[in-house]
C-alpha cells in the first residue's frame, strides 16, 4: 500500500504547482514550457486573462531548452477572428529577457525567461489568442519553444 501515500503526495504537489501557473495550450509538436502570467500582480490560472489597458503583464516562462541556445528572438502574434498581429515585445533578443543564466545557454539546461510591458491602449475590446514563440536564429528560425494563452481586453 506505499503506492496509494505516494500517488496523494504526487496529486497533491501538482495541484499546489499548477494554482502558481497559467493554464496553456501547445501550438505544435515543440516544447510546451511552463508559464506563468500575472496581470496587475495577480495569477492568471485560466483563461481567458482579463486585462484592460494600463495593466501591467508579466510573464514568466520556465523550460529545459532541448538545444544550445545563443541567438534567440521573441515573438508574439495576437489572433482575434481570422487577423493575427504581431505584438511588440520591444525586444528583438530574447536573451536580454533570460533572469537566471545568460546566453549561450547548453542544452538540457533550465531557463526563466521573463518579459514584462504595460498595456497599451491600442488594441480593442474582446477575446484574443496570444501565440508567444521563442525562434532559435542559429538553427533557421526553428521554434524552441511554442505556446498560445487566451486573453480578454476589457476597456473600464
Known sequence: MKVLPSLILLVLVNYAYAADTTKVGSCHDVLLPEVTMIVDNTICTEGPCVM?????????????????????????????????????????????????????VAAGEHVDYEHEQVLSDIYP????????????????????ICYTIDVLIEKS
Do not use: W, Y
Not at 125 to 144: F, K, P, R, Y
Open 52 to 104: 484592460s489597458p494600463g495593466s501591467d503583464v508579466s510573464i514568466l516562462v520556465s523550460f529545459d531548452t532541448p538545444v544550445k541556445l545563443e541567438h534567440i528572438k521573441p515573438k508574439l502574434i495576437a489572433t482575434v477572428g481570422d487577423v493575427e498581429l504581431e505584438v511588440s515585445l520591444g525586444q528583438d533578443d530574447a536573451c536580454e529577457g533570460i533572469v537566471n543564466t545568460k546566453c549561450p
Open 125 to 144: 475590446e474582446g477575446v484574443a489568442t496570444l501565440t508567444s514563440v521563442l525562434l532559435d536564429l542559429d538553427n533557421d528560425g526553428a521554434e524552441v
